[in-house]
């Protein structure tokens, strides 16, 4: 028997409600948030969208910690190493290491929990561009995320992650996908700025000698 209300109506049980639904690709904006370029916000479809995730960048470990909106289920968080070129992520519990492919190619595989311990690469795309990425499963040649470069580089806006509909197959994956992808640019990003600033600082120094 249901219980019933003071007015003597009987109450039925809540039902829970439904999960979203999203067509896809579902594309997430991704853009820095502040001038220190510190802070980093992932939101549905544009920079005006619902915000899912929000990650603080520092210089200290851990150097990417993810915090969610919504039915994501982190918080998580990303490490990178001063002598390896390892990333170690915490994400929905589990510990994942993204290890390069290659010591000449910029690709990382790791093993995604949320598929059961399929391996997954983030590889240059087809349409390469700087900091265009894909998430691929090698083995199938199943896509399951893209992240497109924004058009020019900007202390704001970093780009779009495309997340295709084979990431709506298992859960957790998406919130793995966001991770593991977030913190393969951000490296390259993060070592592309402290190259231009040696070279800067290199070509500072020659010309002053040669006055």
Known sequence: MYPQSQNGYTQQPQQPSPPPTH?????????FTSWTGRHLRVCENDANG???YAADLKMRKPHMLFQAEGSAQLPASVIFHSFSRT?????NGHEIALRPTSKWKYEFAFESPALGGKQLV???SKAWKFLNIECVDEASGTVYARFVMHKGLSTKKAGKLEILE??????????????TGLADVYLQLMQTMSAN??????ASVSAAVSV
């Open 87 to 91: 990333i170690d992520v915490t994400v």
């Open 122 to 124: 983030w590889k240059k």
């Open 23 to 31: 067509s896809y690709p579902r594309t997430l904006d991704v853009a």
């Open 166 to 179: 084979p990431a709506a197959s298992a859960q957790g994956l998406l919130d793995e996908l966001v991770v």
């Open 50 to 52: 619902a915000l899912l």
């Open 197 to 202: 600033s040696a070279a800067g600082a290199s």
